[in-house]
């Protein structure tokens, strides 16, 4: 091949593993070689010759939620862009698989590990505490577990921030009867809501936090019907998932409310599942890609220097997307209808 492309063998080398830039001109010559010839790298060679597998793993709950399918390509999309593979497992929020699959890594499978979100994951993070690879931690929410490892980065989201944001905006729209819609998960997004609310001299009751039963479209109907019949006074909700928003959306509906006339619904995550909505839903839009980017580069940057790595958490703030699902309280323009029994 080096001969075909009239070049060395280290070069098709570099151009190749991709660890040393090739003049544009000469890695085309050997990339055309390469088409020619059929070249297929001998992966398990490589790896045993340089000791890397120029693989990344990655763990994520679950794939079914498009928070976390979004998440994956992004970070494939950047791992591509560096010239390497990804390696994907998922917990399925089983403790017992997550303790598996953390325990079958070696460096011989993973150059490097980024574990996203935190549920289930807590209490294994110890088994890597001797792991010969960089650990990143990203869209983790809740609180980082006491004898963490040290030397594991964290690249998250601003959750609290996240619920401060729709606590602020139906604050500054004259909500004061407000209730949530929530997953037991997110509490930090919850928390962050009622800070707004604290900060405006309201205290938001305990009995008006709802948990969803299920983290389905269904279990959101019926968190959404029970909030709205156990508050009638209720002018707005806020949803801590964008599937719970979507239901909230529906059930009001079915009550006989108009969103937003005599419902908002502030929603959070931007993912697809918005999009059961019938109108674009105001939600509190992530920076996923911008978060999978930057713990990559993070991983990567602690495999190729590790005396240098850059240790320090960053968190990554979110903004408020205005859509057609949050107006001004029905006290500023008008009677609100009673919800139907």
Not at 117 to 130: E, F, S, Y
Not at 134 to 139: E, R, Y
Not at 166 to 187: F, K, N, Q
Request: charged residues 20%.
């Amino acid at each position: 091949m080096a001969e075909r492309a009239g070049v060395t063998k280290q070069t098709v080398s570099n151009v190749v593993t991709g660890r040393v830039p090739v003049r544009p001109a000469t890695e085309a010559r050997v990339r055309d070689a390469i088409a020619e010839l059929g070249y297929v790298p001998n992966l398990v060679a490589r790896s045993l010759a340089t000791g890397s597998t120029r693989t990344v793993g990655l763990f994520v709950p679950t794939v079914r939620a498009p928070f976390y399918a979004e998440l994956v390509e992004h970070v494939e999309d950047v791992l591509e862009e560096r010239g390497h593979r990804l390696l994907l497992c998922t917990t399925r929020l089983d403790g017992e698989r997550a303790r598996r699959h953390l325990a079958g890594l070696t460096s011989r499978s993973v150059d490097a590990l980024l574990i996203a979100g935190d549920q289930g994951l807590t209490g294994h993070l110890p088994l890597l505490a001797g792991a010969r690879f960089p650990v990143v931690l990203c869209a983790w929410e809740a609180g980082l577990p006491d004898g963490l490892p040290d030397g594991f980065p964290v690249v998250t989201l601003d959750y609290e921030h996240g619920g401060h944001l729709a606590g602020r905006h139906l604050l500054d729209l004259g909500h004061e009867r407000v209730a949530v819609l929530a997953s037991p998960a997110h509490g930090v997004r919850v928390a962050g809501f009622r800070r707004a609310f604290e900060e405006g001299g309201i205290a938001l009751p305990d009995s008006a936090v709802h948990l969803a039963a299920e983290p389905t479209f269904r279990g959101g109907l019926e968190a959404a019907a029970a909030a709205l019949r156990a508050a009638p006074g209720t002018t707005a909700l806020f949803a801590t998932h964008d599937l719970l928003a979507a239901a909230a959306v529906e059930a009001a509906r079915t009550l006989g409310l108009s969103v937003p006339e005599d419902l908002s619904v502030v929603a959070h995550d931007d993912t697809p599942e918005g999009l059961l909505s019938r109108s674009p839903l105001t939600s509190v839009v992530l920076p996923k890609r911008d978060m999978a980017r930057q713990a990559v580069e993070v991983a990567l940057g602690a495999l190729d220097a590790p005396a240098s790595a850059d240790l320090r958490p960053r968190l990554l703030r979110p903004e408020l997307v205005l859509g057609d699902s949050t107006g001004r309280a029905p006290a500023h323009g008008g009677a609100r209808r009673t919800v139907r029994p």
